[in-house]
C-alpha cells in the first residue's frame, strides 16, 4: 500500500512538473528574454553617470562591431519589470500590440557621436520614466525594449 502511494506521489510531482513546463516561454521567447536581460536590466543600480554607461555598454557586448547609439539600463528588480507585462496592452512602435507601460528608473546611454567601436563613449541620464516594453509568451516576460 505505502508503495502505491510513493509512485502515486511520484506520477503527480512528474504531472506538475511537466504542466509547469508548458507554460515557459519558446525557445525564440526565452532567447528575446535573455537578450533583454542582458540588454536592459540593472537591478544593482540607482543610476549612473557616463562612466556607468561606458563600463556597463561594453560589459553588456554592445559596443562591438559597432557602437549602439542609445541604450536604456532599468534598475528595477526583475518581479517589477515582469508586473509591468500584465498591465494593459498598448499598441508598439511597429503597431502590435503587445506593448505595455510603466514607471521605473533607468539610465539612459546615448553614444556621444564622436567616438569609434570598440572604444565607445557614451552621455548618461538617470531618472525616473515612463517606459514601454513589449511582451510575449505565456506567462507574458519582456522581449524588447519599445521606447
Known sequence: MALQRTHSLLLLLLLTLLGLGLVQPSYGQDRMYQRFLRQHVDPQETGGDDSYCNLMMQRRKMTTPRCKRFNSFIHEDIWSIHSICSTTSIPCKN?????????????????????????????????????????????????????
Open 95 to 147: 503597431n502590435q500590440m503587445n506593448c505595455h507601460e510603466g514607471v521605473v528608473k533607468v539610465t539612459d546611454c546615448r553614444d556621444t557621436g564622436n567616438s569609434v567601436a570598440p572604444n565607445c563613449r557614451y552621455r548618461a541620464r538617470a531618472r525616473t520614466r515612463r517606459v514601454v516594453i513589449a511582451c510575449e509568451g505565456n506567462p507574458a516576460v519582456p522581449v524588447h525594449f519599445d521606447a
